[in-house]
């Protein structure tokens, strides 16, 4: 069990050294069950450090869901060892929606796909003063098209490092 996760853990860094998005058209990857139910998009491969914090981080969500993939366990347990080693460090987890729905549904999906990210990093050790959750709702899209690529970038949690 061990080996895997350090072959996991090998795989996670070497992913880390990919090039960063540069082209708005991108899209992110996706993976979904045989059911298509619980479908979840891969960790950004983007995760070079900034102040202690991954820097341009997010974690991905299904449409209208606020549940965190297992694929993001791992990349939040990281985060959570960075926060913890700086005490003063206090980190806001943004929760992003895709622009459908209504802009009072969106702030609130947003705010438990801030608070399911919240509370994992407490699970992770983080004492929850160090973490903040806000909804920013549909407000900040990364991408703006309207399909489903743009869709994807745009269900997600980002860490944003300030008081």
């Given at each position: 069990?061990?080996?895997?996760?350090?072959?996991?853990?090998?795989?996670?860094?070497?992913?880390?050294?990919s090039?960063?998005?540069?082209?708005?058209?991108?899209?992110?990857?996706?993976?979904?069950?045989?059911?298509?139910?619980?479908?979840?998009?891969?960790?950004?491969?983007?995760?070079?450090?900034?102040?202690?914090?991954?820097?341009?981080?997010?974690?991905?969500?299904?449409?209208?869901?606020?549940?965190?993939?297992?694929?993001?366990?791992?990349?939040?347990?990281?985060?959570?060892?960075?926060?913890?080693?700086?005490?003063?460090?206090?980190?806001?987890?943004?929760?992003?929606?895709?622009?459908?729905?209504?802009?009072?549904?969106?702030?609130?999906?947003?705010?438990?796909?801030?608070?399911?990210?919240?509370?994992?990093?407490?699970?992770?050790?983080?004492?929850?003063?160090?973490?903040?959750?806000?909804?920013?709702?549909?407000?900040?899209p990364?991408?703006?098209?309207?399909?489903?690529?743009?869709?994807?970038?745009?269900?997600?949690?980002?860490?944003?490092?300030?008081?």
């Amino acid at each position: 069990m061990k080996k895997i996760a350090v072959i996991l853990f090998s795989v996670m860094i070497a992913a880390c050294n990919s090039a960063p998005k540069k082209d708005d058209s991108q899209t992110s990857q996706a993976e979904t069950n045989h059911a298509g139910t619980a479908s979840s998009t891969s960790p950004n491969q983007n995760q070079t450090q900034d102040n202690g914090l991954a820097k341009d981080h997010s974690i991905y969500f299904d449409y209208a869901k606020a549940v965190v993939a297992p694929a993001y366990h791992e990349s939040i347990q990281s985060e959570a060892h960075l926060i913890k080693g700086d005490r003063s460090k206090v980190v806001t987890v943004e929760g992003n929606c895709d622009e459908r729905g209504s802009a009072e549904y969106n702030l609130g999906l947003g705010q438990r796909r801030a608070d399911a990210v919240k509370k994992l990093l407490v699970a992770a050790g983080v004492p929850g003063n160090q973490i903040k959750a806000a909804s920013l709702g549909k407000e900040k899209p990364r991408l703006t098209c309207h399909e489903e690529k743009c869709w994807k970038e745009n269900r997600r949690a980002d860490f944003v490092q300030g008081s």
